[in-house]
């Protein structure tokens, strides 16, 4: 059974950074579809980047330059730094992962298994 659990968020003022990470258990990284989401208050979940074998498929344009996913495939583990924190990134993080079969597209892993979510506040 697959578990994930996110850690990392935080308050910080416009500007700052916050490293998330997200801990699988019951799935390899290495053969894994992964990823992070990220849901504001009263606004639909979004995808914010995406990794098949442990290589990054999508970045949002949105986070591009700003965030940086990595993962550690001997620790399970997945990573979101984020940097240049402007309000607007104000959400509850989620991570994502589903074992990979033939595709590992948005849809796809959205249908996994998800983490409880860490939230994140960047105040003005």
């Known amino acids: 059974q697959v578990h994930l659990v996110e850690s990392g968020g935080g308050s910080v003022q416009a500007g700052g950074s916050l490293t998330l990470s997200c801990v699988a258990s019951?799935?390899?990284?290495?053969?894994?579809?992964m990823g992070w989401f990220r849901q504001a208050p009263g606004k639909e979940r979004e995808e914010v980047a995406r990794?098949?074998?442990?290589?990054?498929?999508n970045i949002d344009d949105s986070v591009r330059g700003r965030f940086t996913v990595s993962g550690d495939g001997a620790k399970n583990t997945l990573h979101l730094q984020m940097g240049s924190l402007p309000p607007e990134d104000t959400a509850m993080y989620y991570c994502?992962?589903?074992?990979?079969?033939?595709?590992?597209?948005?849809?796809?892993?959205?249908?996994?298994?998800w983490g409880q979510g860490t939230q994140v506040t960047v105040s003005s």
């Open positions: 994502a992962a589903r074992p990979v079969e033939r595709t590992c597209t948005g849809t796809y892993l959205r249908a996994g298994t």
């Open positions: 019951g799935l390899e990284f290495s053969s894994s579809c």
């Open positions: 990794l098949a074998f442990g290589v990054i498929t």
